[in-house]
């Protein structure tokens, strides 16, 4: 006990470490929101080539590698800018231009690097002085960038929260990917530590073994979700997952070998496609495990199936574009700074759709989320081109009135940005109501099932046709898995007319004390979600059928108070928002129609009294004359 006690308290301690460390990378970018960090202009691959002169500054006139006469192909001397010396200058420039994996970068403040260029393109080696310059983000780069941290720091923040109240090696394997692939970006925490060359190795070290750790820890994740349990044919790549985690840190700390004079541009790019296939493997496993997992448990796989399927490859095609030369190499350009923040807000879904599937045992259709995120992808276009052109019409009137109406740069980002937001959020609630009920055929059907049932139920018989039709409506309209109905009698709740997907001898009335979270929807006056695994009764059906909302249905009269208790789809999904509605709608018709047939029976019954004493009346003049 002492001991189980001890490796939590280490576990926890351990798993705050790295959360401060992952967040300590991240959260410095903010930065650059509100004050530019500056920039040589080189945009430099592994091998010490030079793919762009311009990148980040808008153009070359404002470059100080373009203004040095740098062009695109020429090649660093890195035998003669290798680190010689932890406090040596070539180290420190070496580290201002190829430390963090390459790509372009940026420095501190009036930093001046000495760049040494081998003879080619007609030139002879030159010895360049540059000093850096501020290159300030444009408004949508600042506006993404934001974005980025604030998912890369949700993203971690899930991760932990997942690690801390489900600890296991499933939860550990998805929080050591989110520590490193998290969207946040860490320009500004390599600037900083250029001042301090051994922080700057020691942070690729780290940044090394967190890479290879998440790629180890995605596969984890990959083979256990959703119940901590690696099938037998997985057992094997499962024991090698800490080889492969050492050997893909080893590959991603001998790309900084280039630091000490190697280049290493193609072990660079093989690197990082020889990553590709661990995607693409993470990805597969899911999809196989997928076909061999129960329903409900199969709707939360498509979950974390759809989460990877769009992360990953836009995470993948952001690391190639800033840290190799592939792009250049294809195309002769680099995609620009909005592009690749954009990838990284993508790869960002992966928190939500993975975080929703591990803690949720049952989950609505996961084309509810991809739905709504196309329409607010739509949206933000439709939003963020009006804003940028009154961002660069003001630019313009701006400098026709000589600054006069010169904003700061925090403006934007934390003044229009929020409201920006705040009228995505509510465009994107009424958007996403219209989207649905226009596109989503399915809910139609089930819309027009029920209200006709809806006329058809007001006008019912009987108690038992109003119980069939609260049973099989929902189950053919929704595609229910099954349904129940406890109606009051006598005080108690009682299964009445069809039950489907129950056990015969199963449930037959609802306890106040073992019922309570059911019964409680009465009390609400709405339905009630029943999570997965909370309601605890002999006799309900199996968990694949298990009910998981309680319908309440309200009537004025003795026997019209009734519970329906609807199971999952027959997919395993969980019942949505919007058919929540439907069914409240549907409960409230099946309550007239309880008291519709109550109301009858009444009014049968004293047309039958009324005929009796009429007949009493007759047959005895005198006694009801007296009377």
Same mark, same amino acid.
């Given at each position: ?53 311009? &990148? ?26 290798? !680190? ?6 070539? !180290? ?22 000495? %760049?040494?260029? *081998? ?46 109240? *489900? ?19 860490? #320009? ?56 492969? =985690? ?57 979950? @974390? ?22 792009? #250049? @190499? ?58 940028? #052109? ?65 006329? &058809? ?43 489907? =997907? ?6 037959? &009335? ?8 059911? %019964? ?18 002999? =006799? ?5 059928? @298990? ?24 997919? =395993? ?20 129609? #309880? ?33």
């Amino acid at each position: 006990m002492h001991r189980a006690r001890l490796q939590r308290f280490f576990g926890r301690a351990l798993l705050i470490i790295i959360t401060i460390w992952g967040l300590g990378i991240i959260l410095p970018d903010l930065y650059r929101v509100v004050a530019p960090l500056h920039s040589l202009g080189t945009t430099i691959d592994n091998s010490g080539r030079v793919v762009d002169v311009v &990148t980040p500054f808008q153009s070359a006139a404002l470059s100080p590698a373009a203004q040095a006469g740098i062009r695109p192909g020429d090649r660093l001397d890195l035998t003669q800018m290798r !680190c010689k010396g932890l406090q040596s200058p070539s !180290c420190a420039s070496i580290i201002a231009v190829l430390g963090g994996f390459g790509g372009f970068g940026y420095v501190r403040a009036d930093d001046k690097v000495t %760049l040494i260029l *081998r003879p080619g393109q007609g030139l002879p080696a030159r010895t360049l002085h540059l000093i850096a310059r501020p290159a300030p983000l444009a408004f949508l780069s600042r506006i993404a960038l934001v974005a980025d941290t604030i998912v890369g720091v949700g993203f971690i923040l899930i991760a932990f929260y997942l690690a801390w109240t *489900r600890p296991s090696r499933m939860t550990w394997g998805f929080f050591l990917y989110a520590i490193w692939f998290n969207g946040g970006q860490n #320009y500004a925490i390599f600037a900083v530590l250029q001042a301090l060359p051994f922080g700057n190795l020691a942070e690729i070290l780290l940044e090394s073994l967190a890479q290879g750790a998440a790629y180890a820890g995605l596969l984890a994740f990959a083979l256990r979700f959703p119940h901590e349990m690696v099938d037998p044919r997985w057992r094997r790549l499962d024991a090698g997952l800490p080889l492969l =985690g050492a050997v893909v840190a080893l590959f991603a700390l001998l790309c900084s070998a280039n630091l000490f004079g190697i280049p290493t541009g193609l072990a660079s790019d093989a690197f990082f496609f020889s990553i590709i296939p661990l995607d693409a493997a993470a990805l597969l496993i899911l999809v196989l495990r997928q076909r061999e997992l129960a329903p409900q448990d199969e709707a939360r796989m498509r979950w @974390a199936i759809a989460g990877c399927a769009i992360g990953l490859p836009a995470f993948l095609l952001a690391e190639i574009f800033t840290s190799t030369g592939l792009p #250049y @190499a294809l195309f002769g350009a680099i995609p620009s700074q909005l592009a690749v923040q954009l990838l990284y807000l993508l790869h960002g879904g992966i928190a939500y759709f993975v975080g929703t599937a591990v803690r949720r045992r049952r989950v609505v259709s996961v084309t509810i989320p991809l739905s709504r995120g196309v329409t607010l992808t739509i949206l933000a276009f439709l939003l963020g081109v009006p804003i940028l #052109y009154l961002h660069d019409e003001l630019a313009t009137i701006n400098e026709h009135l000589g600054g006069e109406l010169d904003l700061p740069g925090w403006f934007w980002p934390f003044v229009v940005g929020p409201l920006a937001l705040l009228l995505l959020a509510r465009l994107h609630e009424r958007a996403v109501v219209l989207t649905e009920r226009a596109f989503n055929r399915s809910y139609h059907r089930a819309q027009h099932m029920l209200q006709h049932a809806s006329h &058809t139920v007001v006008g019912a018989k009987t108690f038992t046709e109003v119980d069939r039709l609260l049973t099989e409506v929902p189950v053919a309209g929704l595609r229910l898995a099954s349904a129940a109905v406890f109606r009051s009698l006598d005080g108690t709740f009682r299964r009445v007319g069809p039950s489907i =997907g129950w056990p015969e001898d199963g449930l037959t &009335t609802l306890d106040e004390t073992a019922d309570a979270l059911a %019964l409680r929807c009465l009390a609400e006056d709405a339905p009630l979600p029943l999570p997965r695994g909370r309601w605890h009764r002999p =006799g309900l059906p199996p968990d694949d059928l @298990a009910p998981c909302l309680a319908v309440p249905v309200h009537g004025g009269a003795t026997e019209s108070a009734a519970i329906i208790l609807c199971g999952p789809h027959v997919t =395993g999904s969980d019942i949505s928002r919007d058919e929540r509605k439907l069914l409240k709608h549907f409960a409230k018709q099946a309550a007239l129609g #309880y008291d519709h047939v109550e109301t009858e029976a009444l009014r049968r019954e004293v047309v039958t009294l009324r005929a009796a004493l009429s007949a009493f009346r007759m047959q005895n003049p005198g006694d009801a004359t007296s009377a």
